[in-house]
């Protein structure tokens, strides 16, 4: 049972350079998510997509783009990387009832 | 703005005694809310859920929503030191994700 699996684990980047972090889940989920975290501020929603085909935007989306590639996967771009961007990035996902399941997050730092 | 708010704390609790952390949310559209439990350097783990007004138990674990009052709480009997972690607290109106609390750190002195 792999339940929701993000990679990288750790990434760091310069200022300006592009990645994608993945995130697959094998629960059959409609919706999934991606979170920030970053001390005093909680978890806060970047992008979030109901089911396949459709993506939202979350409170802090700003810098960010995700693809719902299919209902497994959701990845989340960062085209220019900032400093102000380095954090804790969490995918989740979501069964119509109940709450979310947490991947292991990816760590990453922006220099 | 939906805005859930915790005491970061720490409460410290003592072995054995009852820990109680408390969560206010802003939206009374809410649904559905949440117990989340993060230990440093991890990512957060479902702990309890709760849609319907009053008290959930789960093991050693009980929910307690108030609607009318926009208050959840979450109890922990017999606190053991690997309760020790912080607690989030989150609330979902819709299909879109959750809205979290900052959290609470909770310590359970030996």
């Known amino acids: 049972n792999a339940g929701v699996t993000q990679t990288p684990k750790f990434q760091v980047l310069k200022t300006g350079q592009s990645m994608t972090l993945q995130c697959a889940q094998d629960?059959?989920?409609?919706?999934m998510y991606w979170y920030r975290q970053d001390p005093g501020m909680g978890l806060r929603l970047i992008y979030y997509s109901a089911s396949e085909g459709t993506t939202d935007k979350g409170e802090v989306p700003n810098g960010y783009n995700v693809s719902r590639l299919n209902k497994r996967e959701f990845s989340l771009r960062l085209e220019s990387a900032a400093p102000s961007q380095t954090s804790v990035y969490f995918c989740?996902?979501?069964?119509?009832?109940?709450?979310?399941?947490f991947g292991d997050g990816t760590r990453l730092s922006i220099l | 703005q939906k805005e859930v708010e915790q005491n970061s704390g720490p409460l410290s609790v003592p072995e054995g005694a009852i820990a109680s952390l408390n969560c206010t949310y802003s939206?009374?559209?809410?649904?559905?809310f949440f117990w989340y439990r993060q230990y440093s350097g991890k990512s957060p783990e479902l702990i309890m859920f709760?849609?319907?007004?009053g008290d959930k138990e789960d093991g050693r674990f009980t929910a307690q929503l108030n609607k009318a009052s926009q208050y959840v709480s979450l109890l922990i009997r017999d606190s053991q030191p690997s309760d020790s972690a912080t607690y989030l607290c989150a609330v979902q109106g819709g299909a879109d994700g959750l809205t979290f609390g900052k959290g609470t750190h909770l310590i359970i002195q030996p």
């Open positions: 709760i849609y319907s007004n």
């Open positions: 629960m059959n989920h409609n919706s």
């Open positions: 939206d009374r559209g809410s649904q559905s």
């Open positions: 989740a996902s979501t069964p119509r009832q109940g709450g979310q399941h």
